[in-house]
């Protein structure tokens, strides 16, 4: 099926540890974003990408790094988690405003 | 700074009646409005949008109004069904935006009882 995936859907951290959320779109879209989902603080983004090879920071960038070496792949690194980052992590892309497709969710606790 | 907000954290009402889902903006510049509809545990989906030069757009059971002057949209689900318990995002954009980002409220959970 044609979409968003993302990987993994679940994982467990403890403080300090690093790990990455990979997202693969497989509609040739050229932008892309990493949300998080916060109760009461609705989807907020963390880092976008216009195109390969660039990436630009969103509303809540701290803690996070972000690649897009290859169109379709959009990666989000923790180098060092804190339970502040404890969240359920989106990954969409798109060809516009109006063509936003998300990812299942990556649900990520720090402990 | 919130610039796109949900006051109602939840809803709920009975099915076959009209949902109401409120969301307010603060930004004048942005161009272009869209509702998303996300179940548990599954990443939100497109449902309805609407642009700055329109104050209404149906689409079946779902409409979404638009108030420029008071910076407000709303959408409108009648007849309320059990499935469409879920929480809805509004969304807006700038226009002509290189990033297509889009801003999105708080959610709201709606919860139609059978």
């Known amino acids: 099926n044609a979409g968003v995936t993302q990987t993994p859907k679940f994982r467990v951290l403890k403080t300090g540890q690093s790990m990455t959320l990979l997202c693969a779109q497989d509609m040739n879209h050229e932008y892309m974003y990493w949300y998080r989902q916060d109760p009461g603080m609705g989807l907020r983004l963390i880092h976008y990408s216009v195109g390969e090879g660039t990436t630009a920071k969103g509303e809540v960038p701290d803690g996070y790094n972000v690649s897009r070496l290859k169109k379709q792949n959009f990666l989000l690194g923790l180098e060092s988690a804190a339970p502040s980052q404890t969240s359920v992590y989106f990954c969409?892309?798109?060809?516009?405003?109006?063509?936003?497709?998300f990812g299942s969710g990556t649900r990520l606790t720090v402990v | 700074d919130q610039q796109v907000k949900q006051n109602s954290p939840s809803l709920s009402v009975q099915e076959g009646r009209i949902s109401i889902l409120n969301c307010d903006y603060t930004?004048?510049?942005?161009?272009?409005f869209l509702w998303y509809k996300k179940y548990p545990a599954e990443g939100p989906t497109f449902l309805i949008s609407i642009s700055s030069i329109k104050d209404k757009n149906e689409d079946g059971r779902f409409t979404v109004f638009l108030n420029k002057s008071a910076k407000h949209l709303s959408l409108h689900i009648v007849p309320s069904q059990p499935g469409d318990s879920a929480v809805y995002f509004c969304?807006?954009?700038?226009?002509?935006?290189?990033?297509?980002?889009?801003?999105f409220g708080t959610g709201t959970l709606l919860a139609v009882q059978p």
């Open positions: 930004n004048s510049m942005f161009d272009y």
């Open positions: 969304a807006a954009s700038f226009p002509g935006g290189a990033t297509n980002k889009l801003i």
């Open positions: 969409a892309s798109s060809y516009s405003s109006y063509g936003y497709t």
